[in-house]
């Protein structure tokens, strides 16, 4: 099946810093990506819609100042969490259809991003 | 707007004892159908999928039905192991390729 890797795995940071997380699709393009944020024992929260070549869409309740996304080409999304504080602290999936035949969507494996 | 139920966790069962974990959803048109399977510490992986009404998705062991009039996708297994301790989360797809999912039911399989 197709893979979609996100980096890093996990991140330690301190308030007030800003933190990048990767999401590429490896075997195919995605003109679309989706982030994700899940709270401990939740389900999960759609952030955002990545959209290569034009603005991400937010979905309600997210700053977009805050988490900043940038779909830099057809394999690589990118969350930046601007000015991170603790309740930043979670974990967020990213993930992309594949487009072609029936859409079938593929999630990387998670960042755990720490705030301390 | 579309949404999914699941029964909530945790659910705990013996090793080889049977498991259902149930799903209903509210959707417009004819959603496509999901179980996705987490791990510990891990990202999601598609476990099955339905597409239309009536089509039973199957995969390690795992079942589910898409019933339509029922609007349920409900999670079977006939004997459940150590290694299917996991979150599952029932999910649909409609229009945009945007998912839906289920709040997650964690199942713990104890030897």
């Known amino acids: 099946g197709a893979v979609v890797s996100q980096h890093p795995s996990r991140v330690i940071c301190k308030s007030g810093t800003s933190v990048k997380i990767e999401c590429r699709s490896l075997?195919?393009?995605?003109?679309?990506m989706f982030w994700y944020r899940q709270f401990p024992k939740q389900s999960l929260m759609l952030m955002a819609t990545?959209?290569?070549?034009?603005?991400?869409?937010?979905e309600q309740g997210v700053e977009k100042d805050k988490f900043l996304i940038n779909h830099a080409s057809l394999t690589l999304s990118t969350l930046t969490v601007t000015s991170a504080h603790p309740e930043d602290s979670s974990f967020y999936i990213c993930?992309?259809?594949?487009?072609?035949?029936?859409?079938?969507?593929?999630f990387g494996p998670g960042t755990r991003l720490t705030v301390t | 707007g579309d949404s999914v139920t699941q029964m909530e966790g945790p659910v705990t069962l013996s090793e080889e004892a049977f498991l259902t974990i149930n799903c209903t959803y509210t959707?417009?048109?004819?959603?496509?159908l999901f179980w996705y399977v987490q791990y510990p510490g891990e990202g999601l992986q598609l476990l099955l999928k339905?597409?239309?009404?009536?089509d039973k998705g199957s995969n390690k062991g795992f079942e589910a039905t898409y019933r339509k009039e029922t609007t349920s996708f409900h999670l079977e297994k006939g004997s459940v192991q150590v290694s299917d301790s996991a979150v599952y989360f029932c999910?649909?797809?409609?229009?945009?390729?945007?998912?839906?999912f289920g709040g997650g039911t964690r199942l713990m399989v104890k030897p």
């Open positions: 993930s992309a259809p594949k487009e072609g035949g029936r859409y079938e969507q593929y």
């Open positions: 075997d195919f393009q995605a003109t679309t």
């Open positions: 990545s959209n290569e070549g034009s603005k991400a869409t937010y």
């Open positions: 959707a417009t048109g004819y959603p496509s």
């Open positions: 339905a597409t239309k009404a009536d």
């Open positions: 999910a649909l797809r409609n229009a945009g390729n945007m998912l839906t």
